[in-house]
T-cell receptor, first 111, second 119 residues
Framework: KNQVEQSPQSLIILEGKNCTLQ??????????LRWYKQDTGRGPVSLTI?????NTKSNGRYTATLDADTKQSSLHITASQLSDSASYIC??????????FGAGTRLTVKP | GAVVSQHPSWVICKSGTSVKIECRSL??????MFWYRQFPKQSLMLMAT?????????EQGVEKDKFLINHASLTLSTLTVTSAHPEDSSFYIC???????????????FGPGTRLTVL
């Protein structure tokens, strides 16, 4: 069983709408949690990094939340744009710096 | 700062040939580089970790004689897929961490990836 589970596996929304992606993890002890955006055929690009003491962090239209007690994180995208179409990967970093990758959520934004 | 490049961005080769992929940290010193493989609709899978000047550490199930990794300098690591076969076709991504603006960081910076197709 993967230590980082993401849902949904894929999502289609209309341009301008908001959406929320979920990440549940069992990695312990954990150092930090990261959300990456990966465009098709490209490498991942970091969106947010949160330590266990941080509950929320924003980067433009992206807002990540973290509940270290329930081991859950979410990524909220506001006013989606066509360019938001990508895979969003949740990565939990173990205390030994090992990165545990989720399988990603494939987001498609349609006009 | 902290840009990682890969070359080539895509390569097509015949079965049995060897392919070399380069990973460069353009504006920082990469003391550690990582190589990942990603199959369609799947997440990144770590293949190996290499520290500059040392032999790479391979993940379980990754053949070190097939995937040769060299990290001879603080800005360059290479992955050579030897005797490539169609099942080696995948998206190979490197990442690097080290000293950015003279400060050590644990953040991994990813390259843009290399698409390998073996015919």
């Amino acid at each position: 069983k993967n230590q980082v589970e993401q849902s949904p596996q894929s999502l289609i929304i209309l341009e301008g709408k908001n959406c929320t992606l979920q990440c549940n993890y069992t990695v312990s002890p954990f150092s930090n949690l990261r959300w990456y955006k990966q465009d098709t055929g490209r490498g991942p690009v970091s969106l947010t990094i949160m330590t266990f003491s941080e509950n929320t962090k924003s980067n433009g239209r992206y807002t990540a939340t973290l509940d270290a007690d329930t081991k859950q994180s979410s990524l909220h995208i506001t006013a989606s744009q066509l360019s938001d179409s990508a895979s969003y990967i949740c990565v939990v970093v173990h205390n030994n710096n090992d990165m545990r990758f989720g399988a990603g959520t494939r987001l498609t934004v349609k006009p | 700062g902290a840009v990682v490049s890969q070359h080539p961005s895509w390569v097509i080769c015949k079965s049995g040939t060897s392919v070399k992929i380069e990973c460069r940290s353009l504006d920082f010193q990469a003391t550690t580089m990582f190589w990942y493989r990603q199959f369609p609709k799947q997440s990144l899978m770590l293949m190996a970790t290499s520290n500059e000047g040392s032999k790479a550490t391979y993940e379980q199930g990754v053949e070190k004689d097939k995937f040769l990794i060299n990290h001879a300098s603080l800005t360059l690591s290479t992955l050579t897929v030897t005797s490539a076969h169609p099942e080696d076709s995948s998206f190979y991504i490197c990442s690097a961490r080290g000293y950015v603006a003279h400060r050590h960081t644990d953040t991994q910076y990813f390259g843009p990836g290399t698409r390998l197709t073996v015919l």
